[in-house]
């Protein structure tokens, strides 16, 4: 029965493949119509000058990457039929979305199956971690201010940017939304509204003032409220057939932020931030026979203020500093775990204090320096019994050094980390220092410029979090940093032949990652608390392949379509494993993506599709552990316009079109076909 | 044209993605040929497999002595209808009669079976529920939860008393908090009490009910947080305390039933045990968070004479090959002793037979966290 179940996978494998074979021999076409090319061009441009400037800067910016960088950003991001960022991320390649499914759901990334807690999440160029459990929830991201999502394998290719950024096996950029403001007009009143399927009211507001020529404020606000039920089905061949409804997945949430930004003399700028995010949900739980509804909720409070400097103080030299204090709150309270002082009721604080110092030197044109120095102070207390109060203070630093030569680009790391541990009570986790080198390079290897190659080596590691180290009875302080080692080699191609096919970008990675000393969180009696299981080693190979390609299929109607593919062996490969050689939890071996867009006059259409292959939800590659795969389409209609000389976006999207009931984890299952609408104007 | 193709490319494309899903069968059960054991009174027995949380992975095996064979996971295939199967963490299993009785502690209830086709007959609500044992015709359920008995905010747990022919909750009765183990003395039914939600305050004490009246008529003081507890053939019982986990070790407790009071204690880490005629044969695994490993010793007591025998039940080999001992049983009439290894948890586990002299007779591969071993009688019929 397993079986067949692989070979129907190569059929549609081999689809997928020939779909993108197809693609690339998409140039043709252009050729075979060169009298167009011109006039079309004109029309292009008077008709989508912005679209048509957004894919330029991308396919540009990804071209010269010595490490294999995605971006959604603009337009593009907005096609996709996304709430949060967590929705937008699946379309990477490499990537998989733990999605416990719904609104309130958590939803955390692992990259290249290294594990959740290897990518690190930039906000506005400030990193939001979680020293508690490594575990950054994407879904509490809206995508209505973020302007750009960028996935960067390794490390984003600047050499001027704070050690953390370098420290991660994976870095995950979002940008939010600048100031822009038209000639006539010193402000941007942006309201939006979201409904739909769970009960959804999403407004949001977005509110930008230039208060002087050097002095703009952004500030946003948006809140969230869903009663987060939807019909799900488990069923199983000549069996039992049962839908129920998710109960207790309801959530509230309020984000607010606000960022003044300075312009300094010459070139500097300096920005501060402070944002607010509150919400509260219900955790819906595991489904299990006889068991359709929980009653656990979890509260989440985060703040965090920050403070960001840009300046140089002389033509070859940039400095950057930052300096950030953040304060997180969450409560969890379990009604059915009742002990003497009434139902259980977990509240956890966390602090971090982080500042860092980044200077970059231009030694010649072509070689820039830099030394990111950086410090971070992470407590976390908790009411909790037998709790150690653990505190952990991270001196990380990276020297780095950037040259740049006709057709090459060669730069160079050396990140040195020590970190101490603390603990006011019961055993502490060992101090930890750590030396490691990256190296990475981009060449372009013929006279013609669209095609580059590139390679990168990187050594990174990631400290076990507090509650791997010290959560009551589950946590272990003799547990051992994970320490990851990545290979990629790769190559872009870019053209822009005009006619038919306006533009075509292929990239493509292989990969070989090793991991060793693994901790693995799976799921256990709740979602917020996890079996540490330390799975050894890992031996991931990869291959990514991914393709942009953007048609004009007649003067009015264009179409956009990208394709992503990745295949990948992530072995269990621990000495004397009773499961070596299986592949780990949940990395699916096949995954795939599509995505497209048409464009005619004021409307545009989506659709997405993302397929993730068979996975296993256990270390035992056996039939029991069998998770099928899944598969959604999504459609969206959008338009876009004035009326009554007032810019309007209205769109209205169904997800899940064909209705495929699913688990991304085990037991908890996603919802089937839903809507939504959305409305945004701008005053 | 092309556009055109494009599109038929596409729609194409999607549709035999679309078509790809597999229609999802119930796993079968997975058979494997052991060597057969004589047929005595006993003639096979069910294995229950916890599964770890959340996974829904409880599951069933079983050992037929005269074939020697081992049915793994045969529930699913028995119960097609059972939506999504046994459940989650089993966490005790009994044969009464005819029936055969799962407790289904994070389903909240007790499944019961045909103890000849294991297909399901009745699933009784029990939240939060947690050992189950026998007598005159009626079944004991342990549970943590009495929301509905004992009101929404009541630490306590409770005992239910299930008529073994009507399959019903006829009585209940509050005892301590989270109580365990359950034995039967006589008329009198003896519940170890743990605590285990409110660390450091723990539970110490057994709680005694009176079948006829069902009713606590005393606690008895042992330790704190009482987990395992049996009956010896001569009036006492067996209950181990699992300490604190840090500085209060786990210990092993004689009960004297004619004075409901502690007569005697071992300084003996239990985890499990078994009491077969005359022996107590006892797994204990303690984590040492001075060593940051697990001191396992397996250990057998002379319940007639309450004296720790110097011998250990388990040839080396068997010791050296379990990780993480968890279930324990052994034949009454044979005397061959079953013991399995829950590995880390996640992975199937290993049953190990072992004869009286020592020798192994097999191992073989099990559900998730092998753990709970029920004996059925030759007697058995179908219902």
Redesign the interface.
């Known amino acids: 029965m397993y079986f067949y179940k692989h070979k129907c996978l190569w059929v549609r494998v081999s689809m997928l493949l020939s779909l993108m074979i197809f693609s690339f021999l998409s140039p043709a076409f252009a050729q075979e119509f060169p009298g167009n090319a011109k006039d079309s061009l004109d029309i292009i441009k008077g008709f989508a000058l912005g679209e048509v400037i957004v894919t330029a800067t991308k396919v540009k910016f990804s071209l010269a990457s010595p490490m294999p960088v995605q971006i959604l950003s603009g337009k593009k991001l907005e096609k996709l039929n996304s709430l949060s960022v967590a929705d937008a991320i699946r379309y990477f390649s490499g990537v998989q979305l733990k999605d416990y499914g719904g609104i309130g759901g958590i939803k955390t990334i692992n990259v290249r199956s290294l594990g959740s807690a290897h990518t690190a999440v930039f906000y506005d160029g400030m990193s939001v971690g979680n020293a508690q459990n490594g575990q950054v929830d994407l879904g509490k991201f809206s995508l209505d201010n973020i302007e750009s999502i960028e996935l960067y394998n390794g490390q984003k290719s600047t050499i001027f940017q704070p050690a953390r950024g370098f420290f991660s096996s994976n870095t995950l950029f979002l940008r939010t939304k600048a100031p822009q403001f038209s000639k006539d007009k010193n402000y941007r009143l942006k309201p939006a509204f979201k409904t739909g399927s769970f009960g959804l009211v999403n407004p949001s507001l977005l509110y930008q003032q230039k208060l002087s020529p050097a002095l703009s404020l952004s500030a946003s606000a948006e809140r969230v409220e869903a009663h987060g039920r939807y019909k799900y089905n488990y069923r199983k061949e000549g069996g039992y057939d049962t839908t129920a409804v998710r109960q207790n997945g309801d959530i509230t949430s309020l984000r607010t932020e606000m960022t003044l930004h300075v312009k300094l003399r010459r070139t500097g700028q300096a920005s501060i931030k402070t944002y607010l995010y509150d919400s509260e949900r219900g955790l819906p739980g595991a489904i299990v026979a006889n068991r359709y509804h929980h009653v656990q909720r979890q509260w989440d409070r985060n703040f965090f203020i920050h403070a960001s400097l840009h300046n140089s103080f002389s033509k070859k030299h940039n400095l950057l500093a930052n300096i950030k204090f953040s304060n997180d709150y969450n409560r969890y309270l379990d009604p059915d775990y009742k002990t003497n002082e009434g139902a259980l009721d977990n509240k956890y604080y966390q602090n971090e204090l982080y500042t860092s110092l980044v200077n970059q030197y231009s030694l010649r044109p072509w070689w820039d320096v830099s030394l990111a120095t950086d410090f971070s102070l992470n407590t976390l207390s908790a009411n909790l019994y037998r709790f150690p109060y653990p505190s952990r203070y991270s001196y990380l630093g990276a020297l780095s050094s950037h040259m740049r030569w006709e057709g090459m680009d060669l730069q160079a790391n050396l990140l040195a980390g020590y970190i101490k541990e603390d603990v006011k009570h019961y055993q502490q986790g060992d101090n930890q220092s750590v030396l490691s080198p990256v190296i990475s390079v981009s060449a372009q290897p013929f006279k013609y410029k669209a095609f580059r190659v590139r390679a990168f080596y990187k050594e990174s590691f990631r400290m076990p979090t507090f509650n791997d180290l010290y959560y009551t009875f589950i946590g272990n302080s003799s547990l051992r940093p994970e320490v990851t080692t990545q290979y990629d080699v790769g190559a872009t191609w870019t053209i822009e032949p005009g006619g038919v096919l306006q533009s075509a970008s292929v990239q493509t990675d292989i990969y070989y990652n090793k991991v060793k000393d693994k901790i693995v969180a799976m799921p256990s009696s709740n979602l917020f608390r996890w079996t540490m299981l330390n799975l050894g080693e890992v031996d991931i190979k990869g291959l990514e392949a991914k393709t942009d390609l953007g048609f004009k299929l007649s003067t009015k109607l264009l179409l956009d379509l990208g394709l992503n593919y990745t295949y990948q062996k992530a072995i269990d490969i621990t000495p004397n494993g009773s499961t070596y050689g299986h592949q780990i939890p949940y990395a699916p071996e096949h995954s795939a993506t599509l995505t497209s867009s048409v464009l005619w006059k004021n409307w545009q259409m989506n659709y997405s599709f993302i397929y993730t292959g068979e996975r296993y939800s256990q270390k035992a590659n056996i039939p029991v552990n069998y998770v099928q795969p899944w598969y959604t389409s999504d459609i969206a209609l959008n338009w876009e316009g004035t009326l009554v000389r007032i810019p309007v976006k209205i769109g209205a999207e169904v997800n899940n079109f064909f209705n495929q009931y699913y688990d991304v984890v085990l037991n908890f299952p996603m919802p089937g076909r839903n809507y939504r609408i959305n409305l945004a104007i701008e005053l | 044209m092309?556009?055109n193709k494009?599109f038929m490319?596409?729609a194409?494309?999607?549709i035999?993605?679309?078509g790809?899903?597999?229609?999802?069968?119930?796993?079968p059960e997975e058979e494997e040929i052991l060597p057969p054991q004589t047929v005595t009174s006993v003639d096979g027995f069910y294995l229950l497999n916890e599964g770890?949380?959340?996974?829904?992975?409880a599951?069933l095996d079983y050992y037929d002595y005269a074939t020697g064979s081992y049915r793994r996971?045969v529930y699913g295939e028995a119960n097609?209808?059972?939506?999504?199967?046994?459940?989650?963490v089993g966490n005790d299993i009994g044969i009464y009669g005819n029936k055969l009785y799962a407790v289904?502690n994070?389903?909240?209830?007790v499944e019961v079976m045909d103890a000849l086709t294991s297909k399901r007959l009745k699933?009784i609500?029990v939240?939060?529920a947690r050992y189950i044992t026998f007598a005159k015709g009626k079944a004991y359920v342990s549970a943590?939860?009495g929301e509905a008995q004992l009101g929404?905010?009541?630490?306590n747990g409770f005992v239910a008393e299930i008529d073994t022919t009507s399959l019903d909750i006829k009585r209940t009765v509050m005892v301590g908090?989270q109580p365990e183990e359950m034995a039967v003395v006589a008329d009198k039914l003896y519940v170890a009490n743990s605590g285990g939600?409110?660390?450091?305050?723990y539970e110490r004490t057994v709680s005694v009910i009176d079948l006829n009246s069902f009713t606590k008529t005393k606690d008895i003081d042992v330790a704190i947080n009482l987990n395992r507890l049996k009956a010896d053939d001569y009036g006492d019982l067996y209950v181990s305390s699992r300490g604190d986990?840090?500085q209060i070790p786990s210990k092993l407790f004689v009960i004297d039933t004619k004075t409901d009071s502690v007569k005697k204690s071992f300084d003996l880490a239990t985890s499990n045990f078994t009491i077969v005629r005359d022996t107590a044969y006892i797994i204990g695994s303690e984590f040492s968070?001075e060593t940051?490993d697990w001191d396992i010793n397996y250990s057998l007591i002379d319940v007639k004479n309450e004296t720790l025998l110097e011998d250990n039940f388990l040839p080396q080999s068997v010791i050296d090959a379990i990780k993480t001992p968890y279930g324990i049983a052994v034949d009454p009439v044979s005397l061959n002793i079953y013991v399995t290894d829950a590995?880390?948890?996640?992975?199937?586990g290993t049953l190990y037979c072992i004869d009286k002299n020592g020798d192994i007779k097999f191992q073989v591969t099990t559900?998730?966290i092998p753990a709970h071993m029920a004996f059925k009688e030759t007697t058995t019929t179908q219902q």
């Open positions: 092309n556009t494009l490319v596409l194409f494309a999607t035999t993605l679309t790809c899903r597999k229609d999802d069968y119930i796993i770890n949380m959340n996974m829904n992975k599951s996971n097609p209808g059972a939506t999504l199967g046994l459940g989650d289904i994070n389903s909240n209830k699933v609500d939240k939060n943590y939860d929404d905010n009541s630490p908090r939600y409110s660390p450091p305050n986990y840090s968070y940051f590995g880390d948890y996640v992975s199937p559900g998730d």
